[in-house]
């Protein structure tokens, strides 16, 4: 076994590389700012916004994620021109369909407004009267059913008109469908699927797949119309990397024009308020057309070499360990997890996270809390108590940007050796 000098003497010499690296950056930018090469217009900072390192992922008070530059030089090129919006959205439907398989698809103002606009097509379908009529009057199909229980976002499902019907397995699914069924929605994307499309398919009931943070890799744009489900949806400001505020809600042909019929630009109907631009559906549309042609290996190595880097720095300091994981629910990217005895360094995770935030520059990662979520909410099931999960503090590498982990592994080891030192 290794001495405890002999261990540190070979964290060390791992970490040299990346420490050689930092150091001849730091003259690079000492350099820049002298010469004035550094950006002399910070648009956030003038308002006293302070932009940061985002290591937590694509969430949505954080912004999301950074647009492809494809994307903005669409949006752009959109932004030049009057369309019809109901020749646009049939005319990008039509190639969101060859892309993916799809009967046919639309771009909506997000993932949730995916799921409102679907629910909106499943209860009135594209008769006007049904449609002016919600979401007060929905009329006798007007039930969703929740399969795997009550979700944080399910308020765009009920905003419709729609009245949820919880099923937290497959055994409550079938009882739950009624003559009163309008749609089934569900985030499970496993082996379950098959079998909850086998129940819907023969109540004739339509089935949402919510998968926001689905892409990449860029095969479940085909790989649910290939299932065979009746409608599915993406957000655009994850990691599709296309406008924050979009989304994506492809599937059945006579859905996704009842769908439209519910939604901006037609005036009177419940989905109104979500309005998409013709820059965000052009937008949208290039960054799928984007991603059919990103190599995912190289993009994952690129990932995986820059939480190592991070990894190999904070190693430096006794009593730290990390470990490298890609996520199975969502988020799919190297994510590296940092761990050190938080009574012993007298420093929780949460504590080092406020640092990692206070400090210059503002650096975001990932914990258990959730600032975004409404404190009421409990998902899944409401009888149910809730887990006490470790609290763990994780960078993902997807939104790090070019250089980035060397900032977050120099500042979190300095953090973490402060701390130690200071309890002996």
Known sequence: MLSLHRRAFVKWAAAAPVLATIASRAIVQRAAAATGAEPSIDVYRRIGVRPFINARGTWTYLSGSLELPEVRRAMDAASHHFVDMFELQHAVGKRLAELSGAESGMVTSGAAGAMAAATAACIAGADPEKIWNLPDNPGPKHEVVMLGGRSAFDNAIRLAGAKLMLAHNLEQLQPAITQNTAMVYTTWRDERLEKALAITRAAHVPLLLDDAAGIPPIDNLSRYAKAGVDLYCFSGGKGLRGPQCAGLLLGRKDLIEAALANCCPWEGSVCRAMKVGKEEIIGMLAAIESWQHADMAALNRSWQRRVERIAKLVETVPGVSTKIEIPEDGNSYPTL????????????????????????????????????????????????????????????????????????????????????????
């Open 337 to 424: 997890t940092v761990n050190w005895d938080e009574a012993k360094f007298g420093l929780t995770v949460a504590q080092c996270d406020a640092e990692l935030r206070a400090g210059e520059p503002r650096i975001e990662v990932l914990t258990n809390s959730n600032p975004s979520l409404v404190p009421a909410v409990h998902e899944g099931d409401p009888k149910s108590k809730p887990h006490d999960e470790p609290n763990l503090l994780q960078i993902v590498s997807m939104t790090l940007q070019d250089g980035e982990e060397l900032i977050i592994g120099q500042r979190l080891r300095q953090i973490l050796s402060a701390a130690r030192k200071k309890t002996g």
